[in-house]
């Protein structure tokens, strides 16, 4: 007996329901806040205004010493990494439980617009929050009416 992998993509009037049911993460419909290595990775929202840039990460449970915020050239790099242990010991048992997180984001930055001596950041309630001023050459000035002589 010979085993033939059938090629639905052969066949157009046959839809690819098996692949597409076979091929999700079975308790995962939808969830795309997970790494190819099933690891969370925070949500980011970065926000542009006129005189810098806003940055958003979501991860609660963190501590501030937690983060570690690089910017290489016009590389942003945000990353974490927090272990716990914990171990409770009885008269007959030793119970040990550990976990690790990690995350790394990386983001490029326009070349030459980041005043990188005033970059601030904040974390609380679960956020961090990064604000990256624009230099002052770069940024947008307001119109200007100009007179007729």
């Keep these: 007996m ?12 046959v839809p690819n329901l098996f692949d597409d049911f076979f091929n999700r993460e079975f308790f995962n419909w939808g969830n795309n806040n997970y ?24 991860a609660p449970g963190m501590e501030k010493n937690d983060f570690e915020i690089k910017l290489d050239g016009n590389l942003l790099t945000i990353s974490s990494s927090k272990k716990d242990n914990n171990e409770t010991k009885g008269e007959n048992f ?15 930055l326009p070349k030459d617009v ?13 956020l961090l929050k990064l604000t990256i001023p624009k230099k002052e050459e770069v940024k947008q000035k307001p119109p200007r009416l100009i007179e007729i002589t």
């Design 114 to 126: 980041v005043d990188q001596d005033n970059i601030q950041a904040k974390y609380e309630n679960g």
């Design 35 to 58: 790494s190819s290595t099933s690891t969370t990775v925070p949500s980011v929202n970065i926000k542009e205004n006129a005189d810098a840039y806003e940055v958003q990460v979501a």
């Design 2 to 13: 010979n085993l033939i992998k059938r090629n639905w993509s052969n066949v157009p009037t």
């Design 94 to 108: 030793t119970r040990r439980e550990f976990s690790y997180q990690s995350f790394r984001r990386s983001f490029e």
